[in-house]
């Protein structure tokens, strides 16, 4: 290269710069919340989302410091939301900034729904009070709130786990990688609960198909040529995952299974998705309930076993469930674990607090006034991250960066924080309607294992090594990077009785599960 073509070179970039520069302020309007990372305009915050998406906004905040900014990306500007207060007020907006955009989007990318089905999710009407989406999660109430319909499901969870955990019990350890380990349990648990009887994924293969779908994910989301990129993915879930639904539905088998898949079938039916679009949907619901609780079972388990303390605390209250028979048969009943562990609970919600990296994402639909001050506008997307939230000491106290498994026990001696602080499964209208059922079978899962086994890692050392962390961009939980061997051991040879007793009562899990209850 010569020196004036150098110097031309170097002459075109800094006028694109002063003309990306310019672009980048006559384009924000002053009452916009303000720009960060505008050094290399539009690309310093692209290349900062893709290549760390949760750290780079927890960056961010440590930064700058604002309740609210906005972040310029190529033909697109996200708003990201600090402040618990301004996200307070943002779960009102249900109209002005909404989610249904964003879940009409997923319909179309990642379940695979077709042109029919997509006219019904994605219609203009989305956001009017009885549309597909509107009334999507309303629907699913009857099955997932407390009350007979969930405990069903979450008595079939725990009879599986118990079942299977029942195999495992006897003279000899077993070892075993815990996160394929845990994945298995609950898949099995899971979608035998919401299936029942005619659960497709007895077939070891069709399990295998939706491991072969997942990490294909983001790429459906994004359109990135999927039929190249996402082969086996796309492959997994036209030609295995949807004709197996179908089938499910077509033999009715729906009506054996839990009420939730029912609710689902019928929410459908009166809304016109046909046959495979149906299917299809069904997609999405295995990645709700699957993805996140998987891998966060795993960190529960993980943190409950590798720390002596949270080991024996736990355990100590959990054994006073068991009531022992004459004849020496341990009997319990699992539904307790709901209101009589408060330290179980609490080891949950901090595991939750320490590793949920959910991103929630709603889109402005028309220019707005948010919070009497700050200008959104049409098209923008709205972001906020929980371990922003997660990680503020202002919120949680100068303990903030450890792991402390009573930090949720109330009562004399409890820390109190905001409720509306704690945001693993979101909140508003935008709350995860899955929380009872996964919260009650992981807290299940750990009983169990506290009852009957030990768990010592494998390593001749007999230390516990926390892996590292895998940050999949579609999963708000993330999964072990490196594997953790175990020996798991019998330390009780007795008979167990394990059963789930009904209750109408709910666990507080969120802030509006405490309002509710008044
Ligand atoms: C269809 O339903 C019947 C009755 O429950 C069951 O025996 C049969 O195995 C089901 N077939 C499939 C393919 O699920
Ligand atoms: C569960 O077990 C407890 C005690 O072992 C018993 O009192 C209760 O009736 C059982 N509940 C059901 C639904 O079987
Ligand atoms: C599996 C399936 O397609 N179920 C129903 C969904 O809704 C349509 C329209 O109401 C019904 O015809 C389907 O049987």
């Given at each position: 290269?010569?020196?004036?073509?150098?110097?031309?070179?170097?002459?075109?970039?800094?006028?694109?710069?002063?003309?990306?520069?310019?672009?980048?302020?006559?384009?924000?309007?002053?009452?916009?919340?303000?720009?960060?990372?505008?050094?290399?305009?539009?690309?310093?915050?692209?290349?900062?989302?893709?290549?760390?998406?949760?750290?780079?906004?927890?960056?961010?905040?440590?930064?700058?410091?604002?309740?609210?900014?906005?972040?310029?990306?190529?033909?697109?500007?996200?708003?990201?939301?600090?402040?618990?207060?301004?996200?307070?007020?943002?779960?009102?907006?249900?109209?002005?900034?909404?989610?249904?955009?964003?879940?009409?989007?997923?319909?179309?990318?990642?379940?695979?729904?077709?042109?029919?089905?997509?006219?019904?999710?994605?219609?203009?009407?989305?956001?009017?009070?009885?549309?597909?989406?509107?009334?999507?999660?309303?629907?699913?109430?009857?099955?997932?709130?407390?009350?007979?319909?969930?405990?069903?499901?979450?008595?079939?969870?725990?009879?599986?786990?118990?079942?299977?955990?029942?195999?495992?019990?006897?003279?000899?350890?077993?070892?075993?990688?815990?996160?394929?380990?845990?994945?298995?349990?609950?898949?099995?648990?899971?979608?035998?609960?919401?299936?029942?009887?005619?659960?497709?994924?007895?077939?070891?293969?069709?399990?295998?198909?939706?491991?072969?779908?997942?990490?294909?994910?983001?790429?459906?989301?994004?359109?990135?040529?999927?039929?190249?990129?996402?082969?086996?993915?796309?492959?997994?879930?036209?030609?295995?995952?949807?004709?197996?639904?179908?089938?499910?539905?077509?033999?009715?088998?729906?009506?054996?299974?839990?009420?939730?898949?029912?609710?689902?079938?019928?929410?459908?039916?009166?809304?016109?998705?046909?046959?495979?679009?149906?299917?299809?949907?069904?997609?999405?619901?295995?990645?709700?309930?699957?993805?996140?609780?998987?891998?966060?079972?795993?960190?529960?388990?993980?943190?409950?076993?590798?720390?002596?303390?949270?080991?024996?605390?736990?355990?100590?209250?959990?054994?006073?469930?068991?009531?022992?028979?004459?004849?020496?048969?341990?009997?319990?009943?699992?539904?307790?674990?709901?209101?009589?562990?408060?330290?179980?609970?609490?080891?949950?919600q901090?595991?939750?607090r320490?590793?949920?990296?959910?991103?929630?994402?709603?889109?402005?639909?028309?220019?707005?006034?948010?919070?009497?001050?700050?200008?959104?506008?049409?098209?923008?997307?709205?972001?906020?991250?929980?371990?922003?939230?997660?990680?503020?000491?202002?919120l949680w106290g100068?303990?903030?960066?450890?792991?402390?498994?009573?930090r949720f026990?109330r009562?004399?001696?409890g820390k109190r924080t905001n409720p509306a602080a704690f945001?693993?499964?979101?909140?508003?209208?935008?709350?995860?309607?899955?929380?009872?059922?996964?919260?009650?079978?992981?807290?299940?899962?750990?009983?169990?294992?506290?009852?009957?086994?030990?768990?010592?890692?494998?390593?001749?050392?007999?230390?516990?090594?926390?892996?590292?962390?895998?940050?999949?961009?579609?999963?708000?939980?993330?999964?072990?990077?490196?594997?953790?061997?175990?020996?798991?051991?019998?330390?009780?040879?007795?008979?167990?009785?394990?059963?789930?007793?009904?209750?109408?009562?709910?666990?507080?899990?969120?802030?509006?599960?405490?309002?509710?209850?008044?």
């Open positions: 290269m010569t020196t004036s073509t150098l110097v031309l070179a170097l002459g075109t970039l800094g006028a694109t710069y002063v003309l990306l520069y310019a672009l980048l302020y006559f384009t924000q309007d002053p009452r916009e919340p303000p720009m960060v990372e505008t050094s290399i305009p539009f690309v310093r915050p692209l290349s900062g989302l893709i290549t760390g998406m949760p750290n780079f906004l927890v960056k961010l905040r440590n930064k700058y410091g604002l309740p609210i900014y906005t972040l310029r990306m190529p033909g697109q500007r996200i708003y990201v939301v600090n402040s618990l207060p301004l996200i307070q007020s943002l779960q009102r907006q249900i109209k002005t900034i909404a989610f249904a955009p964003i879940e009409a989007q997923a319909a179309a990318t990642v379940m695979g729904v077709g042109p029919a089905g997509n006219a019904i999710i994605g219609s203009e009407k989305m956001l009017e009070d009885n549309s597909y989406l509107s009334t999507f999660v309303p629907s699913t109430h009857p099955a997932l709130s407390p009350g007979p319909g969930l405990d069903a499901i979450n008595g079939a969870a725990v009879r599986y786990i118990s079942d299977s955990l029942a195999k495992l019990s006897g003279g000899s350890a077993t070892t075993v990688e815990l996160f394929s380990w845990v994945r298995r349990e609950l898949f099995m648990a899971t979608t035998e609960s919401i299936y029942g009887p005619n659960n497709p994924f007895r077939n070891p293969a069709l399990e295998n198909a939706w491991y072969a779908f997942e990490p294909g994910i983001m790429v459906h989301m994004l359109k990135a040529w999927p039929s190249v990129l996402a082969r086996e993915s796309l492959y997994a879930r036209e030609q295995l995952l949807i004709p197996a639904f179908e089938k499910y539905f077509a033999n009715n088998s729906h009506l054996e299974g839990s009420r939730l898949v029912q609710c689902r079938y019928e929410h459908n039916t009166s809304h016109g998705l046909r046959g495979r679009d149906v299917a299809a949907t069904e997609i999405g619901q295995m990645v709700a309930s699957l993805t996140n609780s998987v891998a966060s079972a795993f960190w529960m388990v993980y943190y409950t076993f590798s720390n002596p303390v949270v080991l024996k605390e736990c355990r100590a209250e959990v054994e006073q469930l068991v009531q022992v028979d004459d004849d020496g048969v341990r009997n319990v009943d699992l539904a307790k674990v709901k209101f009589s562990c408060p330290i179980l609970f609490s080891t949950w901090e595991t939750l320490c590793v949920h990296i959910g991103i929630q994402a709603r889109v402005v639909m028309q220019d707005v006034i948010f919070d009497n001050k700050y200008l959104l506008k049409k098209g923008a997307t709205v972001m906020t991250a929980s371990p922003v939230q997660h990680t503020d000491a202002s100068p303990t903030v960066d450890s792991f402390d498994h009573r026990v009562g004399p001696g945001r693993s499964f979101g909140g508003g209208t935008v709350l995860c309607p899955g929380r009872h059922f996964v919260s009650t079978e992981v807290m299940s899962f750990a009983a169990l294992l506290l009852f009957r086994f030990d768990l010592k890692p494998a390593a001749e050392d007999g230390r516990w090594v926390e892996p590292r962390k895998d940050f999949p961009m579609t999963s708000s939980m993330p999964t072990p990077k490196d594997e953790v061997r175990v020996k798991i051991t019998t330390r009780d040879l007795h008979e167990w009785r394990v059963n789930f007793s009904s209750s109408s009562k709910g666990m507080e899990i969120t802030a509006e599960d405490a309002m509710k209850k008044g």
